[in-house]
T-cell receptor, first 111, second 116 residues
Framework: GNSVTQMEGPVTLSEEAFLTINCTYT??????LFWYVQYPGEGLQLLLK?????DKGSNKGFEATYRKETTSFHLEKGSVQVSDSAVYFC??????????FGTGTSLTVIP | DTAVSQTPKYLVTQMGNDKSIKCEQN?????MYWYKQDSKKFLKIMFS???????INETVPNRFSPKSPDKAHLNLHINSLELGDSAVYFC???????????????FGPGTRLTVT
């Protein structure tokens, strides 16, 4: 079946630190992979996506590469800011209309 | 223009009442979803409609009934509300591509339901 496993939080970092949030997946077929971000009190927003193996999605300094050999889509950012404090969700879409979301990773960046 | 909108944003009600949450999307998408997010931020899919047809109906109490009058609207009606129904409910929409599932989902701002 399809599933997403992401690292548990919460994660606390100092401003300008390097961020990695791990995400691995299990899927039938050739899924598309996504990272969503949820700021406090808001809905989820698409952060970046990749639709095939070796694609790199990037946005706002965040990056993730679709690795088929390791079934991973880890989120990285070189220098986090306080404004990056949010909950991050990894997700996949395979055949059919259903999305599969990870459990979310809470990130707090302290000045 | 708001892409996916939900009303109301906050809903406080007593146990046993019946309430509805409305959702509308102006993106021209053919698929809409309802999710429940608990206090630990875990997202659980409840229902999905594609072109007004119910295609995903997860294990959800019968007290929850979705209705899709057209492709742009998906409402959620909840009967006999219970304390455990307190959560944030999100509506989302996407466009089904067929080959690799759907394109990205667009989420509404959420409805925070509190049952007292």
């Amino acid at each position: 079946g399809n599933s997403v496993t992401q690292m548990e939080g919460p994660v606390t970092l100092s401003e300008e630190a390097f961020l990695t949030i791990n995400c691995t997946y299990t899927a039938t077929g050739y899924p598309s992979l996504f990272w969503y971000v949820q700021y406090p009190g808001e809905g989820l927003q698409l952060l970046l996506k990749a639709t095939k193996a070796d694609d790199k999605g990037s946005n706002k300094g965040f990056e993730a590469t679709y690795r088929k050999e390791t079934t991973s889509f880890h989120l990285e950012k070189g220098s986090v800011q306080v404004s990056d404090s949010a909950v991050y969700f990894c997700a996949l879409s395979a055949t059919g209309n259903q999305f599969y979301f990870g459990t979310g990773t809470s990130l707090t960046v302290i000045p | 223009d708001t892409a996916v909108s939900q009303t109301p944003k906050y809903l406080v009600t007593q146990m046993g009442n019946d309430k509805s949450i409305k959702c509308e999307q102006n993106l021209g998408h053919d698929t809409m979803y309802w999710y429940k997010q608990d206090s630990k931020k875990f997202l659980k899919i409840m229902f999905s409609y594609n072109n007004k047809e119910l295609i995903i109906n997860e294990t959800v109490p019968n007290r929850f009934s979705p209705k899709s009058p057209d492709k742009a609207h998906l409402n959620l009606h909840i009967n006999s509300l219970e304390l455990g129904d307190s959560a944030v409910y999100f509506c989302a929409s996407s466009q089904y591509t067929g080959t690799s599932g759907s394109n990205e989902q667009y989420f509404g701002p959420g409805t925070r339901l509190t049952v007292t």
